[in-house]
């Protein structure tokens, strides 16, 4: 990896990926910067810029497999290279699967598995001719764990876990090029703030989310170090743990959890957020106040308790095979 490498963020204006583009920046990477967003896009590389980095701004649509291969020439043609690609946009249509439309789940699918495709096919010509890059994938635990009222946005994770694994296979016999997953489970991002909501009542994520300048400081180590899957978050273990253990246990209490939350928030509008606009909340927190931090016994109790419910549940399906 260079002193100084040339760092491509999609999903650059807000967010995670606005995190990751102040990180790299603090690296002296060379940034490019791309969203739909071009004046959030601008405050980023002015940001970037003062850190003493290099900044380039390419307001792309990565649903646009032309805007994403256009992205990659301006790349190209400003730095004389790409070292680092990261697949970060991501969008969610949240409801109940048949309450929202299809053009919806349509656009989530577009955005988050067809824009990380776009973005590996745009890039990985020149990773191969140069036989070294670092690709990553954002993903999410939803790639593993069911959510209720998030059926597209599960669908596109499940389909990028896979679609990775792939890429990883065909690139073994280049041992320079690395795809890189990260999986977080919540993120205290602007995401539920401006994601589409079909429910009719207000969102709010869970307490303990992660920190976004912590996801984004995790992405410029793999940058360094890759490796192939990186889980982030509290209830990343139990969560798989559970639900490699009882699946359909975990999908009823994710529904019984969420159907309570709902039922208690207040009501609200339906919108169509940001997926077929630009983000209106250009910022990396979608809270001003920090993510409570959880020690590791609350840790250890999350997935003591997960545990023994799957233990538990094993335990009833069986007895009931013997009866």
């Not at 290099?54 to 790349?75: E, F, G, H, I």
């Not at 919540?186 to 969102?203: D, I, S, Y």
């Not at 529904?255 to 940001?274: C, F, H």
């Amino acid at each position: 990896m260079p002193t100084s490498p040339v760092v491509v963020i999609t999903g650059a204006s807000s967010g995670i990926g606005r995190a990751t583009a102040l990180a790299f920046a603090r690296q002296r990477a060379r940034v490019v910067l791309a969203a739909r967003n071009p004046e959030a896009l601008e405050l980023v590389a002015a940001q970037c810029m003062r850190l003493g980095a290099q900044a380039l701004v390419v307001p792309t649509d990565v649903a646009d497999a032309k805007a994403v291969r256009a992205l990659a020439a301006a790349a190209l043609r400003r730095f004389g290279g790409i070292d680092v690609w990261v697949n970060n946009v991501g969008v969610g249509a949240i409801g109940r699967f048949e309450a929202t439309p299809m053009e919806a789940h349509r656009r989530v699918i577009e955005s988050n598995l067809l824009g990380h495709m776009h973005g590996a096919h745009a890039v990985l010509p020149h990773f191969r001719s140069q036989g070294a890059g670092v690709l990553i994938n954002m993903i999410s635990l939803g790639g593993w764990v069911p959510t209720p009222y998030a059926a597209a946005y599960v669908a596109s994770k499940f389909g990028l876990r896979g679609w990775s694994a792939t890429l990883r296979a065909e690139l073994s016999d280049t041992p320079g090029v690395h795809v890189c997953d990260v999986a977080p489970a919540f993120v205290n991002t602007p995401g539920l703030r401006h994601g589409a909501n079909f429910t009719g009542r207000r969102l709010s994520g869970p307490p303990g989310m992660s920190d976004p300048d912590h996801v984004a400081a995790v992405i410029v180590r793999l940058a360094r170090k890759p490796r192939p899957t990186t889980w982030l978050g509290v209830p990343s273990l139990p969560g798989r743990l559970a639900q490699a253990a009882v699946p359909g246990l975990v999908g009823r209490i994710a529904k019984w959890v969420t159907d309570r939350a709902l039922a208690k928030a207040e009501r609200t509008p339906i919108s169509q957020g940001n997926l077929f606009d630009a983000s209106r909340y250009p910022a990396v927190h979608g809270s001003p106040k920090p993510p409570a931090p959880v020690s590791h016994m609350q840790l250890a109790l999350g997935v003591a308790l997960l545990g023994a419910v799957a233990i538990g549940a094993v335990l009833i399906v069986r007895a009931r095979e013997r009866d």
